[in-house]
């Protein structure tokens, strides 16, 4: 909605760098596991920190492909290094969600290691759901079968495809991305910052580990009653 407008911006300044794509793209990573990392910093401070790191992390990841696509420089490792980086940033920012409501560094009571627990969970399910989709490539190539249309992704059941486009005008998945993610993250420390404790946190939490549950399984159900392996 607004990176696209900035990055525009930054690229004439890193086209006549030697600094390549894939470096760019390592960079996102690096600076998408940091912005994870950060979230162990207790209090507001520890938020904020994370939601900049992921704006940066989100125009690191716009100007990777336009400086590729400048230089005519685009690979298929790029793509690849873009995906492995999507699942490692997304699965720290989730993981450090859920390691901040354990509040270790305060408490060790074993019952709080529950939030590290579900925010694990929410990280898993948010790298089964891209998975997901990698997957269904992965099964057309090696039966011999050509890449998989638009087309082939609306369920043959109309009731399901009722339901996905439900989900879709909802647009609750996007809450496990990163970007939307570090915003809740943010949201819910401003809260707590005003209660005092981590209630919202945790709230957070539980939530973002449930949309994920549910949206894995409800992402498998559409491939498989779609057209996408057939």
């Given at each position: 909605?607004?990176?696209?407008?900035?990055?525009?911006?930054?690229?004439?300044?890193?086209?006549?760098?030697?600094?390549?794509p894939?470096?760019?793209t390592?960079l996102?990573?690096v600076?998408?596991?940091?912005?994870?990392?950060t979230?162990?910093?207790?209090?507001?401070p520890g938020?904020?920190?994370?939601?900049?790191?992921?704006?940066?992390?989100?125009?690191?990841?716009?100007?990777?492909?336009?400086?590729?696509?400048w230089?005519?420089?685009?690979?298929?490792?790029?793509?690849?290094?873009?995906?492995?980086?999507?699942?490692?940033?997304?699965?720290?920012?989730?993981?450090?969600?859920?390691?901040?409501?354990?509040?270790?560094?305060?408490?060790?009571g074993?019952?709080?290691?529950?939030?590290?627990?579900?925010?694990?969970?929410?990280?898993?399910?948010?790298?089964?759901?891209?998975?997901?989709?990698?997957?269904?490539?992965?099964?057309?190539?090696?039966?011999?079968?050509?890449?998989?249309?638009?087309?082939?992704?609306?369920?043959r059941?109309?009731?399901?495809?009722?339901?996905?486009?439900?989900?879709?005008a909802?647009?609750?998945?996007?809450l496990?991305?990163?970007?939307?993610?570090?915003?809740?993250?943010?949201?819910?420390?401003?809260a707590?910052?005003?209660?005092?404790?981590?209630?919202?946190?945790?709230?957070?939490?539980?939530?973002?580990?449930?949309?994920?549950?549910?949206?894995?399984?409800?992402?498998?159900?559409?491939?498989?009653?779609?057209?996408?392996?057939?």
């Amino acid at each position: 909605m607004y990176m696209r407008e900035i990055s525009l911006h930054i690229d004439p300044y890193l086209v006549n760098t030697k600094i390549t794509p894939n470096q760019l793209t390592y960079l996102m990573v690096v600076v998408g596991v940091i912005g994870g990392a950060t979230l162990l910093i207790p209090g507001l401070p520890g938020a904020i920190i994370t939601v900049l790191l992921f704006q940066l992390y989100l125009l690191l990841d716009c100007v990777d492909g336009e400086v590729a696509r400048w230089r005519k420089q685009t690979s298929i490792t790029g793509v690849y290094l873009d995906r492995v980086g999507h699942y490692l940033c997304e699965a720290a920012l989730l993981v450090g969600f859920g390691v901040r409501g354990a509040d270790v560094f305060h408490h060790n009571g074993a019952t709080n290691w529950m939030w590290a627990f579900l925010g694990t969970l929410a990280a898993l399910g948010a790298i089964l759901i891209k998975a997901e989709t990698d997957l269904v490539d992965v099964a057309r190539q090696r039966s011999g079968l050509p890449a998989v249309k638009d087309e082939a992704s609306v369920p043959r059941s109309s009731g399901l495809a009722l339901a996905r486009r439900l989900a879709a005008a909802l647009n609750f998945h996007r809450l496990v991305g990163g970007i939307e993610a570090s915003l809740v993250i943010l949201a819910v420390a401003i809260a707590d910052f005003i209660l005092g404790d981590l209630f919202f946190t945790r709230l957070g939490i539980a939530v973002l580990a449930g949309i994920a549950i549910v949206q894995t399984f409800l992402h498998l159900v559409s491939i498989l009653a779609s057209s996408r392996l057939k």
